[in-house]
């Protein structure tokens, strides 16, 4: 039996009526930015994350770029991040000016490798950037523990 390493198709099978008529109704209007889906999705997703305000943007690695440019990451400040991540993670450090720093991954996780990140923090270590991949998430409680002992941000 062959898996499927990602299956968009069948994913989009299951909700096929749905997402066509919305698409249609999208090129009908010719709003390819913003509109009304955007801001009905926003206001949604806002309301599921309990939070006030959401904003879409275009790609993760814009996601990642501005959450760290918006909390003042900069020229000087390192941030560390796993090894084993999608280009994005470092990118959006990278065009903030500052430098990504990475730790290998745990071989049995595949996700950062909490006993290897003291090591590679320094008087310019800023924040670190774990990252939740494949549904596997990053050990969160030590990653947190660590970032408060040495009074920095986790992304
Ligand atoms: C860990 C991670 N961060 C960010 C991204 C953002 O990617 P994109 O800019 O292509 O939306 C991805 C995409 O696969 C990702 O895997």
């Known amino acids: 039996m062959k898996v499927p390493f990602v299956d968009l198709k069948g994913q989009y099978l299951r909700l096929k009526p749905e997402i066509d008529a919305v698409f249609e109704d999208i090129f009908e209007r010719a709003a390819f930015i913003c509109g009304k889906y955007v801001s009905a999705f926003e206001k949604e997703y806002a309301r599921a994350q309990k939070v ?35 280009i994005a993670t470092a990118e959006g450090i990278s065009l903030c000016g500052a430098t990504p720093v990475f730790v290998d991954n745990d071989p049995e996780t595949y996700t950062i490798d909490v006993r290897q990140i003291e090591d590679r923090i ?4 800023a924040a670190i950037l774990p990252v939740h991949l494949y549904g596997q998430p990053a050990d969160m409680d030590p990653i947190l523990d660590l970032a408060s002992r040495h009074e920095l941000a986790v992304f």
């Not at 904003?55 to 390192?78: F, K, N, P, R």
């Open 52 to 86: 006030n305000f959401f904003v879409g943007l275009s790609s993760g690695t814009d996601a990642v770029h501005l959450m760290l440019w918006a909390s003042g990451i900069g020229a000087g400040d390192e941030v560390i991040v796993p090894v084993n991540t999608f």
């Open 122 to 125: 320094t008087r310019k270590t």
